[in-house]
């Protein structure tokens, strides 16, 4: 019955045009929570899901509590009888400190890597891009004037001034996908944000 219950909410979720990201957040916090529950998700309790959601810490915490809270909302009233998150508090934002890489860091990113990690690090520091936007960009997006970016932070399109070295860089690409995969295949930016967190341990730099 709770899995039954998380696929109609995923459902609804799809029916919104939410994005396939949050709605494979969601599946995979649901499942987990109905999971770990003594008599799964349509019968827990406040207490039990404090419980739970005490386990994790910072960011981890306030995303598994939104996602958690979302769902019993919507099950509320005509799947459910009553929210068992209801009068549980929200817990506190957590505080996100900037943390820009320093010029230092800069120079030994392009100096340690090839030509399509040189790429991928001008992209994300000149042009401010995302692993998704990143991954998404195409050389028809870009000219001397602005970087198109397709779909953005919450699915929204918008620009950014091209940058020199990155004009210097791309203007002779290719139609096509800036940043491949293997075999020349696309990539998203979920696997480019994993590689990339990889790449900068083994030259010894925070990802």
Same mark, same amino acid.
């Given at each position: 019955m709770g899995n039954d219950l998380i696929d109609a909410h995923l459902a609804h979720l799809r029916a919104l045009g939410q994005s396939a990201r949050t709605i494979v957040a969601r599946? *995979?916090?649901?499942?987990?929570?109905? *999971?770990?529950?003594p008599y799964g998700i349509v019968w827990a309790d406040t207490d039990e899901i404090q419980a739970w959601?005490?386990?994790?810490?910072?960011? =981890? !915490? $306030?995303? $598994?509590?939104g996602h958690t809270r979302s769902f019993f909302r919507w099950a509320d009233g005509h799947r459910l009888d009553g929210n068992p998150m209801l009068d549980l508090p929200r817990p506190a934002h957590p505080d996100l400190l900037p943390n820009p890489v320093t010029d230092a860091e800069l120079h030994t990113a392009l100096a340690q890597s090839d030509e399509w990690w040189r790429t991928v690090i001008l992209l994300a520091c000149q042009e401010g891009l995302?692993?998704?936007e990143i991954a998404g960009?195409?050389?028809?997006?870009? =000219?001397?004037?602005?970087?198109?970016? !397709?779909r953005g932070k919450g699915g929204r399109s918008g620009s950014v001034p091209t940058h020199r070295q990155i004009w210097a860089r791309l203007a002779g690409y290719p139609p096509g996908p800036i940043v491949c995969g293997r075999d020349d295949g696309p990539i998203?930016? !979920?696997?480019?944000?994993?590689r990339a967190r990889g790449h900068f341990d083994a030259i010894g730099l925070p990802a």
């Open positions: 599946d *995979n916090i649901l499942r987990r929570l109905h *999971n770990h529950l959601l005490a386990g994790f810490a910072g960011w =981890t !915490r $306030y995303t $598994y509590d995302r692993s998704s960009l195409c050389r028809e997006d870009i =000219t001397a004037e602005r970087v198109l970016i !397709r998203t930016g !979920r696997c480019l944000s994993a």
